[in-house]
């Protein structure tokens, strides 16, 4: 069974550091990892839906105009998961 898990950076880099970290599991199917390069687009992907069910929202929270503690404010959604 699948899972999905958020990565919301807003250096390209992050992501190749992600998906070289977690090949071997995205290969396996254990994870599905999906990325966003700003608080808005992280929003747009989590009100659209994301699949299979997300389990884990990882964010910098140095991200500009956003940081990762804006995203319980922001979306009820996130605000679960944070709690």
């Excluded at 992501?15 to 808005?40: C, I, K, P």
């Excluded at 994301?50 to 105009?65: F, K």
């Excluded at 319980?72 to 959604?77: A, H, L, M, R, V």
């Amino acid at each position: 069974m699948s899972v999905s898990i958020l990565v919301v950076d807003d250096e390209p880099d992050v992501a190749d550091l992600f998906r070289q970290r977690f090949r071997r599991e995205m290969r396996q199917g254990t994870y599905v990892m999906h990325f966003a390069n700003s608080g808005e687009q992280a929003l747009r992907k989590l009100s659209t839906g994301i699949e299979p069910a997300l389990i884990a929202l990882l964010s910098d929270i140095t991200c500009p105009v956003w940081t990762g503690y804006n995203y319980s404010q922001k979306s009820n959604k996130v605000g679960r998961i944070f709690r």
